[in-house]
């Protein structure tokens, strides 16, 4: 691997040796890493994919740290400002953080890991000063809609720099890439020293109740480095002497958390924390007994999703997948789906992801058009978090075949 990735040999928050092997999916190339369709396949650096847990404190993370500037980097393709879920889920935010904290007008609000502005515009219109924080090509979309950002990593060189020039934020936010960074403790830390004494950090990440519950294995991948409880979570901030105060279950990316924390001592919590602690305990996540058993119902849904597929080939039907996500690229990275299953995978116009292959295959992805067009029997629904949703806009829109949902149980769906 030499520089590009190290391997993890601790936890990533308490530093505890002898972490536990949850699920080992392979050998996998990077989501995001995709070549241009026609150009002929050459040597690509693969990658270990393990999802292990701490018994310490209870934290469950990867065991490899892959080079920021290979998973991210400038021309990384992906855009929130094309996710209508995570549009509407911005809004709410919005909405909800006004109706949690008394903010005032000349209120600083930066996001961290702002991609396009999308969360930010929110702010901006209601005509709080913003700042995007973001290392990606994406930073220019943003700027071009009016948010001022930053072309770079968050770190503490950036924190000293914003302090210097007095812009301490009272709100930051980080969703989803919360789970991204590297150095975790650290940056907190040095997020925790940008929050003036009033100020308030909101983060969204993937849930580690709904991604075990559910059997959502697609969405570990090199990008998320860790996979948080409240539990886990109330750890690390505490590290950096935060405390959460407020815990809110969201739809996003299969269910999510949305987590607000203040320095120690400066709000009282909501009942909703304790609530939500009661929760995890009570289904097995703190005491690991939920976790034991997550491999062998992957397994299951793994050798389910070859039976569904391959009796669907073996009749001469089409399938095409829809949308080529990092998850999805996961998924088919660990069940070995190829382009003998999969004729192509459909992205909407707008992608910069068609054109190119999906990772470590030869499956081209391309233009969302093709499905009416060609009109194939099956639609595979990668995203399938959102399959309900995804399957009646398609049919509104025209496609007359099936759709297939591959997780958690591989279906065919009624509609």
Avoid at 55 to 71: F, H, M, S, W, Y
Avoid at 160 to 187: Q, W, Y
Avoid at 357 to 370: A, H, S
Wanted: charged share 25%; glycine share 10%.
């Amino acid at each position: 691997m030499g520089e590009s990735a190290r391997t993890i040999d601790g936890c990533q928050v308490c530093g505890r040796a002898g972490l536990e092997s949850l699920l080992f999916l392979g050998y996998m190339r990077p989501g995001n890493m995709m070549d241009p369709i026609g150009e002929s396949p050459e040597p690509q650096e693969l990658y270990p994919l393990e999802f292990l847990r701490c018994p310490a404190c209870t934290l469950v993370q990867i065991g490899l740290e892959v080079d920021g500037r290979i998973l991210f980097p400038p021309d990384f393709p992906y855009r929130t400002g094309n996710t209508r879920a995570l549009v509407e889920n911005f809004k709410q935010l919005f909405v909800e953080v006004r109706s949690l904290i008394d903010l005032r007008d000349d209120d600083l609000i930066a996001d961290i890991g702002s991609n396009d502005g999308t969360l930010l515009k929110n702010f901006a219109e209601a005509g709080y000063p913003v700042l995007g924080i973001e290392p990606s090509k994406a930073a220019q979309d943003a700027e071009a809609q009016g948010i001022p950002t930053e072309m770079r990593f968050f770190d503490r060189d950036l924190v000293n720099e914003l302090k210097d020039e007095g812009k301490r934020p009272r709100i930051i936010t980080c969703t989803n890439t919360f789970a991204h960074m590297t150095e975790i403790v650290e940056r907190v830390r040095a997020l925790a020293d940008l929050l003036p004494e009033e100020g308030v950090f909101v983060s969204e990440s993937h849930y580690l109740l709904e991604l075990v519950g559910s059997l959502q294995y697609d969405t570990i991948y090199h990008e998320h480095l860790r996979y948080y409880s409240v539990r886990s979570l109330i750890h690390l901030l505490e590290m950096a002497d935060l405390e959460v105060f407020h815990v809110s279950r969201i739809p996003t990316h299969g269910g999510s958390i949305r987590v607000y924390a203040g320095h120690r001592g400066n709000r009282t919590p909501h009942a909703s924390v304790e609530e939500t602690l009661e929760e995890e305990d009570g289904y097995g996540l703190t005491d690991g007994s939920a976790l034991k058993t997550f491999r062998d119902r992957v397994v299951e849904s793994k050798a389910g999703l070859w039976e569904l597929l391959g009796g669907i080939k073996a009749n001469g039907s089409t399938i095409y997948g829809i949308g080529a996500a990092v998850r999805a690229a996961t998924l088919i990275g660990y069940t070995g789906v190829d382009d003998s299953i999969l004729d192509c995978i459909l992205e909407v116009g707008s992608s910069d992801k068609i054109g190119k292959y999906m990772p470590g295959t030869r499956i081209p992805v391309l233009d969302e058009i093709k499905l009416f067009e060609a009109q194939p029997d099956y639609a595979l629904l990668l995203s399938w978090h959102l399959a309900d949703y995804l399957a009646t806009g398609l049919r509104e829109r025209g496609f007359t075949g099936r759709f297939i949902a591959p997780l958690p149980q591989p279906r065919v769906l009624d509609l």
